[in-house]
């Protein structure tokens, strides 16, 4: 569109890891994961958002409670919405 500002969209992250997977990193919740979107990041894992299936086999096999649907990542955990999406390239 001639002179229209184009919007970034923002992908929905199905399922984002959180701060209590850092040095952790249990494997449970990759055993678990039907599509294998789940990926090493270094410190923690990341749930790639257009591989994921949003099944949630991966939230209850977090030992540590890491994992939540976007819209449900605890305050002050927000940061990791954004580190998923940059992980990701997105």
Known sequence: MAGATAARHTVNMPHVITSPCIGTKDQACTEVCPVECIYDAGEMFLIQPDECIDCGACVPA?????????????????????????????
């Open 62 to 90: 977090c030992p540590v409670s890491a994992i939540f649907p976007e819209e449900d990542v605890p305050a002050g955990e927000e940061e990791y919405i954004v580190k998923n999406r940059a992980f990701f390239g997105l």
